[in-house]
């Protein structure tokens, strides 16, 4: 059997009782001490002892306390902060219990009275006291390698919920931050967690609305909300994409829709918890919509307004160029002429609205030129008279006729009646007074009444009415497109946005001043020109006769028919033709026996400008005249492009007809 060993050091200033305990330690008998032998170091003072304990480390020490050099406890505990780790047997002369068990305090594994020891006794202390030493020291490592263990544990386990922590902190922002509005609701419909985008609806903070019902907090949507999850809960799925409309606190005049999805909320054992929900704010998205759906009517009004301008100026043609044909042989001064005379002005007033239509759908050129603006606002109240209510008391306030405008007629006709219109409706119910006034403005380098106004002179329109007011909100908006506060059916929301437009377009600006229940004040400054004012055009014919072959191509037989009359008046031989096919034909057969082509441009199988290329082709040189009732696929800069030499939109005048041809012949 393999016997461990183990070193003693003996600190006993006696040698005969050091020789004893050296004898009983040294016995080696296998049978009496199986398990270990030992090696005993002897040392007879503290001092020597120290000395070796500096170089070597001894598995037990055999301590007496009463040493030459030492005496008492402070032998032990000189020893033990030598050796902390080194088990210490006191050996003591005296049979003192108090001694022992102070020592025992003090450091020491054991102790023993010398008197009453023997090699069995001295045996078993020793490899009792070792043994425990052993095992508090396994004990120990066990303990500090556990507490490792621990302390590592802890630490990732500090770790992990820092991480966690941080994570619930940025999932808890990205929940608060989400553009859209997020929440739980539980099965009874409190809510459990909320955004603050799903709290504004309420108009309170998220923090108040946990534990609350969803009837309480939000009691707008709060109906549809717990019908969808209802049905989450009984089918235990998701319910995506229901549109929702409602108000919201915070505005409760202004109409919402949302897009909301639902998904049932369940704990990590699979018990269902409540059912989320994601709600987005989609108004402007509805609004956008709208503003297409109207975008796209514009656009089909503007393809009708077209088609309608063709067919209308061809119908204008005919009875305008018959009335001037009538006029120019009438006796001045006659009943007759009278009649004739307002016929061709009822006409012009016909030629003028088409051209508003066109303005409104957005498919007309402005015609801008010098004009005096009181006689646009009378005749513009005029059009208008018919459909004011007689509640509606009518005043001017027109400090001069001669004020003068760079301006588009049809345009600032339009502006005058958008801005009397929605004055009217505003006093439709109590009636009121309408007032338009008209005044010069002088705008100076530091004093400008409106933003974006240019130092110099303005001509100032002011439409006021008494009517209802207008909301402070609803004002800031007022020029929106397609922002509107009238009933469906009732208003597009284009009036006031056009009339901003035009407005800018002609250098000016416009602003309102308004008060609920006291009526609005629109200002519109457009800038005062000098210039003379262009007179409109008189009727009158030239007294020289044309000379000249001219071929005349329109699929309109009436217009061709006047066509024929107006210029053979003139002086001028005609040849007509109602297809433009047919004309192509009989010009290749004899293209020099005509002197100047006029045709129309919108004719089945062979429009007017595709004529004009083939005809220019055979005789580059001949003058040709295009005119069009309307389109938008012809201009004049593509007409010149061709060749063609005067392009007009119908009707003209016979005057200016007769003056343009005279001067294609004469070159």
Not at 527 to 544: R, T
Request: glycine share 6%; with cysteine.
């Amino acid at each position: 059997m393999n016997r461990s060993s183990a070193t003693i050091l003996l600190i006993e200033d006696s040698l005969t009782a050091a020789g004893v305990i050296v004898e009983m330690l040294l016995d080696t008998d296998v049978e009496k001490w199986p398990t270990r032998v030992f090696a005993v170091e002897h040392r007879e003072t503290l001092a020597r002892g120290l000395d070796y304990l500096d170089h070597w480390k001894p598995d037990i020490v055999l301590l007496d306390l009463n040493l030459p050099d030492s005496e008492g406890l402070d032998t032990l505990v000189r020893v033990h902060e030598y050796v902390p780790n080194v088990p210490i047997i006191v050996l003591t002369g005296m049979d003192d219990e108090s001694l022992g068990v102070t020592a025992l305090q003090k450091g020491a594994q054991d102790y023993w009275p010398k008197d009453e020891i023997s090699p069995t006794i001295l045996i078993r202390l020793v490899n009792y006291a070792i043994e425990r030493h052993q095992l508090f020291n396994e004990l120990e490592m066990r303990v500090e390698q556990r507490t490792s263990e621990l302390r590592v544990a802890n630490e990732l386990l500090q770790e992990n919920e820092l991480r966690l922590n941080q994570q619930l902190a940025e999932l808890k922002h990205i929940y608060n931050a989400s553009p859209v509005g997020l929440c739980i609701l539980s099965t009874d419909g409190r809510f459990l967690r909320i955004n603050e985008v799903m709290a504004q609806i309420s108009g309170k903070t998220a923090e108040s609305h946990t534990s609350k019902f969803i009837i309480d907090m939000i009691p707008e949507i709060a109906d549809q909300v717990k019908e969808v999850c209802k049905q989450v809960i009984q089918d235990d799925s998701p319910v995506l994409n229901v549109e929702m409309t409602g108000f919201v606190s915070a505005a409760p005049e202004t109409k919402k829709n949302w897009l909301t999805s639902y998904y049932p909320v369940k704990t990590g054992d699979g018990l269902l918890l409540g059912v989320g929900m994601i709600m987005q704010d989609i108004t402007e998205h509805k609004n956008l919509e709208t503003q297409l759906r109207q975008s796209q009517k514009m656009e089909s009004l503007g393809t009708l307004a077209g088609g309608i301008a063709h067919e209308f100026n061809n119908v204008l043609g005919i009875i305008q160029g018959y009335s001037q044909l009538l006029l120019k042989n009438m006796q001045e001064g006659s009943e007759e002429k009278d009649y004739i005379d307002s016929m061709y002005k009822a006409g012009q007033r016909a030629v003028n609205l088409v051209r508003q239509i066109l303005t409104f759908s957005r498919m007309d050129e402005q015609q801008l030129r010098v004009l005096k603006i009181a006689p646009v606002i009378e005749e513009s109240l005029m059009l208008m008279r018919a459909t004011i209510p007689a509640t509606v008391e009518i005043r001017q306030e027109i400090l001069s006729d001669n004020f003068s405008i760079f301006a588009d007629p049809s345009q600032l006709q339009q502006v005058i009646i958008n801005l009397c219109a929605n004055a009217v409706q505003s006093m439709q119910d109590e009636g009121g007074i309408l007032t338009i006034s008209l005044q010069e403005e002088q705008c100076y380098k530091n004093e400008q009444p409106l933003p974006g106004l240019s130092e110099g002179g303005y001509v100032k329109l002011m439409v006021r009415d008494t009517g209802c007011g207008i909301p402070a909100d609803v004002k800031e908006r007022i020029f929106d497109p397609f922002f509107t506060t009238k009933e469906v059916g009732k208003g597009t929301g284009l009036g006031l946005s056009i009339t901003h437009s035009i407005v800018e377009q002609h250098g000016g600006a416009i602003a309102v001043e308004s008060r609920v229940g006291e009526g609005s004040t629109f200002y519109i400054y457009f800038p005062m020109v000098k210039d003379k004012v262009q007179d409109q055009v008189i009727i009158e014919f030239s007294e020289e006769q044309g000379k000249g072959h001219i071929m005349v191509v329109d699929d309109e037989l009436y217009l061709t028919r006047f066509y024929e009359t107006m210029l053979n008046q003139l002086g001028y031989e005609v040849t007509v033709f109602n297809s433009s096919v047919d004309a192509r034909e009989e010009f290749f057969l004899n293209p020099d026996q005509f002197d100047l082509v006029f045709t129309d441009y919108t004719m089945p199988h062979l429009t007017g400008d595709k004529l004009s290329e083939e005809v220019l082709k055979i005789r580059p040189d001949l003058p040709i005249v295009l005119a069009t009732g309307y389109s938008d696929a012809i201009s004049e800069e593509k007409a010149k492009e061709i060749g063609i030499r005067e392009f007009f939109i119908k009707p003209v005048e016979v005057s200016e007809f007769n003056r343009i041809i005279q001067n294609l012949l004469k070159v």
